[in-house]
């Protein structure tokens, strides 16, 4: 399985999928910042992340990811630093071939990440 993690202070442009042949399905989830956090206004996101322990943390993800379904690839970009409201803090991409395994292995990887990836954010206001 091929996988590409970045952390990155810059906006997440768009890029095309990374599919090889016999691939039938590319799930991505595109995590954007809300104006509200706990019921209250804001203007952006404030992202903090230990980057070592960051990719230690998404490489045991992506090993249980492998060990479970039959995922071709994986590429996810986290932004770090200020993220404004409606900007996309979290893309991720997955291809697989069929789409039942690749939306799996998503939910996965997206409930997995906020249980135990050193990623800390506070609103800013």
């Known amino acids: 399985m091929k996988t590409q993690l970045t952390l990155t202070p810059n906006p997440i442009p768009k890029s095309p999928p990374a599919m090889a042949d016999g691939m039938g399905a590319v ?24 980057e070592t322990m960051v990719r230690h ?13 039959p995922v ?19 893309w991720v991409e997955i291809t697989s071939p069929h789409r039942a395994e690749a939306f799996a292995a998503c939910q996965f990887l997206i409930d997995e990440m906020k ?10 206001r």
Do not use: C, M
């Open 72 to 90: 071709e690839s994986i590429r996810l970009v986290h932004r770090v630093g200020e993220v404004a409201v409606n900007e996309t803090s979290l």
């Open 27 to 50: 799930v991505t989830f595109h995590g954007v910042v809300r104006g509200t956090e706990d019921g209250e206004s804001i203007t952006a996101i404030h992202y903090e992340a230990n």
């Open 115 to 124: 249980a135990k990836v050193p990623i800390w954010k506070r609103a800013v």
């Open 57 to 69: 943390q998404f490489e045991l993800i992506f090993a249980a990811i492998e060990n479970q379904w």
